[in-house]
């Protein structure tokens, strides 16, 4: 199964763009990597995926290495309700251990 | 958008009991999944059905038990219930393929005293 690494946690100004990067070099060619995010003790909620190419939805974009050997999640402008726990997740169903982001104003 | 709805939303029980949680699933959906996340833990994957069938396993415990219904819906049926398992019990459902979503309900808080 793949892995993932991802900061434990970063900091955000409000307004500011946030990275949040996640090593997943495991990653085998079919499996897509999704984000999620979980604000405290709700149910994760899903942010984007992809596979090979770029991607941009409403909520956010991703940007995923050539090699698929990593990705970054892009809020382009952070608010203080984007505080949560950011999960990259290359198969599916299991969730590592992911990054705290604090959105401070 | 009908989400996932999880029942009871909250449940305390006394150890060596037994909890059921229930799962429906956002309608035409037909993949459900069962996490555990404890205190201060990421959630952990315990089980998944496809179509009424077990299609994937994690850390369930033998304790444990799921099953999924012809309607979709799910139950996680836990027994001889203890106190490590107090934890928020989070459903998820999608459509089976490896590149759909899974969709997430609020979960059910369970504590056992």
């Known amino acids: 199964d793949a892995k ?3 900061p434990p ?9 946030a990275n949040l990067p996640c090593n997943h070099s495991t990653i085998s060619g079919n ?3 999704y984000w999620y995010r979980q604000i405290h003790s709700q149910g994760p909620q899903y942010i984007i995926h992809g596979l090979k190419n770029n991607e941009t ?11 698929r050997k990593s990705s970054t999640l892009i809020l382009p402008h952070a608010t203080l309700r984007d505080t949560a726990v950011y999960y990259c997740i290359p198969r599916w169903a299991v969730f590592g251990a992911g990054t705290i982001l604090r959105v401070k104003s | ?5 999880q029942s009871p939303r909250h449940l ?7 909890a059921t949680l229930k799962c429906y699933p956002i309608p035409r959906h037909d993949t459900v999944y069962w996490y555990q996340q404890g205190p201060g833990q990421d959630p952990q994957f315990l089980i998944s059905f496809y179509e009424k069938m077990q299609s994937d396993k994690g850390s369930i415990p033998d304790r444990f038990s799921a099953q999924q219904f012809s309607d979709y819906h799910s139950e996680l049926n836990m027994s001889s ?3 490590g398992d107090s934890a928020l019990y989070f459903c998820a459902s999608s459509l089976k393929g490896y590149a759909n979503t899974i969709y997430f309900g609020e979960g059910s808080w369970l504590t056992v005293v």
């Open chain 1, 4 to 6: 993932t690494t991802q």
């Open chain 1, 9 to 17: 946690s970063m900091d955000c100004a409000e307004g500011r763009a």
């Open chain 1, 31 to 33: 499996e897509y990597v």
């Open chain 1, 57 to 67: 939805n409403e909520m956010a974009s991703l940007i995923i290495t050539e090699d």
């Open chain 2, 1 to 5: 958008a009908a989400g996932v709805i």
């Open chain 2, 12 to 18: 305390i029980k006394e150890k060596r009991e037994t």
């Open chain 2, 81 to 83: 219930l203890e106190l």
